[in-house]
């Protein structure tokens, strides 16, 4: 079978044998692992250390309003058309700024910042504002901080679009999922294909510095030939970066997946068939594979990281940046420090309860374990540049990785025999080959990985 690019090959008989349920690894330990018995004192001893460090930061908002249901989602959301439940939820991020920026060095700078959600541009222009300035006011930005949005196409206009330019955010993103009309009516998403050409062009012209398109393939009533048709007018587009994540059929996590009809789910060969078909023309397009779903253009910050071996990841996917704190406010988000990860209250109640009783609105959390740090480590450098250099790990961690990792040594050995990865005395390297099923590489370093978890976890492919 023939490359694809210079970054990937595809192997259909590989990609069905390891075809198994996996984590995505924005987080080593991942989420399963987080406890309620998490204590709050660990965050500020952590915020404390991050101090001391002057570790830079990264700042998360989870804006988890949308007006209608996408029945293909797996985000936190919360469906309504009542605008009267933004105020109270604002007031209680405010709150929850408050506490968090209270406890950082004010000379610490962010370097990131990232509205997601649901629909962050739920919010009208005065809401956005306001939000704004409370971060602007409560910590200090470098002064080329790259700070993004993501964006409904359906709920603006070139107003709100140069709106967001001009108060500051500099990188932006939208979802497609798919052109096909059918397709979005299946997925209760209709988004016309001049409004996506229009939203496009008001952001080139508003001077945003990147622009990313997310698709889904998987979804109902998608073949070969409408999503080679979704693929050729997104490359009309011509996105920095597109994100392409398979669909995962989870209704018992995600009970409005049931809205599906799944009688039209392209089979598991024509999703395999739609992979293939998606990594050719968006290389041959163009586009850099960086990893599992994503595709950015050589000239793109994460292409040019990833080829100097320094691309990072983390619950917001791929970043190039490194050791800066990750801080989360709002409902269901996820707070990512260097051994402390916590994730607040996923209702709006419990988020709300506890911030009116003074509390950090923490649900869950956990603190990594040294061990946890070193295997954190090996599976980011899988992730996020296909390669593990053994003698600088080594060093890192004043270890010997060989004896170290010897029951994984032994695992990787039919990833080995398969021509998925070279496993040398110097280095792992994950092969051309071996890239789209990297997550499968990765997990052979998770202490945790178990079948108790597998019930929770998306397939690898």
Same mark, same amino acid.
């Given at each position: 079978?023939?490359?694809?690019?210079?970054?990937?090959?595809?192997?259909?008989?590989?990609?069905?044998?390891?075809?198994?349920?996996?984590?995505?690894?924005?987080?080593?330990?991942?989420?399963?692992?987080?406890?309620?018995?998490?204590?709050?004192?660990?965050?500020?001893?952590?915020?404390?250390?991050?101090?001391?460090?002057?570790?830079?930061?990264?700042?998360?908002?989870?804006?988890?309003?949308?007006?209608?249901?996408?029945?293909?989602?797996?985000?936190?959301?919360?469906?309504?058309?009542?605008?009267?439940?933004?105020?109270?939820?604002?007031?209680?991020?405010?709150?929850?700024?408050?506490?968090?920026?209270?406890?950082?060095?004010?000379?610490?700078?962010?370097?990131?910042?990232?509205?997601?959600?649901?629909?962050?541009?739920?919010?009208?222009?005065?809401?956005?504002?306001?939000? @704004?300035? !409370?971060?602007?006011?409560?910590?200090?930005? &470098? %002064?080329?901080?790259?700070?993004?949005? *993501?964006?409904?196409?359906?709920?603006?206009?070139?107003?709100?679009?140069?709106?967001?330019?001009?108060?500051?955010?500099?990188?932006?993103?939208?979802?497609?999922?798919?052109?096909?009309?059918?397709?979005?009516?299946?997925?209760?998403?209709?988004?016309?294909?001049?409004?996506?050409?229009?939203?496009?062009?008001?952001?080139?012209?508003?001077?945003?510095?990147?622009?990313?398109?997310?698709?889904?393939?998987?979804?109902?009533?998608?073949?070969?030939?409408?999503?080679?048709?979704?693929?050729?007018?997104?490359?009309?587009?011509?996105?920095?970066?597109?994100?392409?994540?398979?669909?995962?059929?989870?209704? @018992?996590? !995600?009970?409005?997946?049931?809205?599906?009809? &799944? %009688?039209?789910?392209?089979?598991?060969? *024509?999703?395999?068939?739609?992979?293939?078909?998606?990594?050719?023309?968006?290389?041959?397009?163009?586009?850099?594979?960086?990893?599992?779903?994503?595709?950015?253009?050589?000239?793109?910050?994460?292409?040019?990281?990833?080829?100097?071996?320094?691309?990072?990841?983390?619950?917001?996917?791929?970043?190039?940046?490194?050791?800066?704190?990750?801080?989360?406010?709002?409902?269901?988000?996820?707070?990512?420090?260097?051994?402390?990860?916590?994730?607040?209250?996923?209702?709006?109640?419990?988020?709300?309860?506890?911030?009116?009783?003074?509390?950090?609105?923490?649900?869950?959390?956990?603190?990594?374990?040294?061990?946890?740090?070193?295997?954190?480590?090996?599976?980011?450098?899988?992730?996020?540049?296909?390669?593990?250099?053994?003698?600088?790990?080594?060093?890192?961690?004043?270890?010997?990785?060989?004896?170290?990792?010897?029951?994984?040594?032994?695992?990787?050995?039919?990833?080995?025999?398969?021509?998925?990865?070279?496993?040398?005395?110097?280095?792992?390297?994950?092969?051309?080959?071996?890239?789209?099923?990297?997550?499968?590489?990765?997990?052979?370093?998770?202490?945790?990985?178990?079948?108790?978890?597998?019930?929770?976890?998306?397939?690898?492919?």
């Amino acid at each position: 079978m023939g490359v694809l690019s210079q970054t990937v090959q595809f192997h259909p008989d590989l990609l069905k044998k390891y075809d198994r349920p996996a984590p995505r690894y924005t987080s080593y330990p991942t989420a399963p692992m987080f406890s309620q018995e998490f204590d709050v004192a660990d965050l500020h001893q952590a915020i404390a250390t991050g101090n001391q460090q002057k570790s830079p930061i990264s700042l998360y908002c989870h804006i988890p309003f949308c007006e209608s249901a996408c029945y293909f989602c797996g985000c936190n959301t919360i469906i309504t058309r009542n605008r009267r439940i933004v105020p109270p939820y604002l007031d209680r991020v405010f709150q929850n700024i408050d506490q968090i920026a209270s406890l950082v060095d004010s000379q610490r700078q962010v370097t990131q910042m990232h509205w997601g959600g649901g629909t962050p541009n739920y919010l009208n222009l005065h809401q956005i504002k306001k939000l @704004w300035s !409370k971060f602007r006011d409560s910590f200090q930005f &470098t %002064e080329d901080a790259e700070i993004s949005i *993501e964006i409904s196409p359906r709920y603006v206009d070139r107003n709100y679009i140069f709106f967001l330019r001009d108060l500051g955010f500099n990188r932006i993103s939208f979802g497609i999922q798919d052109f096909n009309q059918q397709v979005q009516e299946a997925i209760n998403r209709i988004q016309p294909e001049e409004m996506l050409f229009d939203v496009m062009s008001w952001i080139r012209e508003a001077g945003f510095d990147s622009a990313n398109v997310d698709l889904v393939y998987g979804l109902p009533h998608q073949t070969l030939a409408t999503f080679g048709d979704t693929l050729e007018k997104t490359l009309g587009l011509d996105p920095n970066r597109i994100a392409v994540f398979s669909f995962a059929y989870v209704p @018992w996590m !995600k009970p409005v997946q049931k809205n599906i009809p &799944t %009688e039209a789910l392209p089979s598991a060969e *024509e999703k395999l068939d739609i992979l293939k078909l998606t990594i050719e023309k968006l290389t041959n397009g163009g586009y850099r594979f960086i990893g599992m779903d994503h595709f950015a253009k050589p000239e793109d910050e994460l292409a040019i990281a990833q080829e100097q071996g320094k691309l990072h990841r983390n619950f917001q996917g791929y970043t190039t940046q490194e050791e800066a704190d990750l801080l989360a406010f709002g409902a269901t988000s996820i707070s990512m420090l260097d051994d402390v990860y916590v994730q607040n209250h996923k209702t709006l109640k419990e988020y709300y309860q506890a911030i009116d009783n003074g509390e950090i609105p923490i649900a869950k959390g956990v603190k990594l374990k040294p061990e946890d740090k070193i295997r954190r480590d090996a599976i980011k450098q899988i992730m996020a540049n296909f390669t593990l250099d053994k003698n600088a790990f080594s060093q890192r961690h004043n270890l010997d990785f060989d004896s170290y990792f010897a029951d994984v040594n032994e695992q990787l050995q039919e990833f080995v025999e398969d021509g998925l990865v070279v496993n040398s005395p110097e280095k792992i390297q994950v092969t051309p080959a071996g890239r789209l099923l990297v997550r499968n590489v990765a997990a052979l370093f998770d202490a945790y990985l178990n079948q108790d978890l597998k019930p929770r976890l998306s397939q690898a492919v």
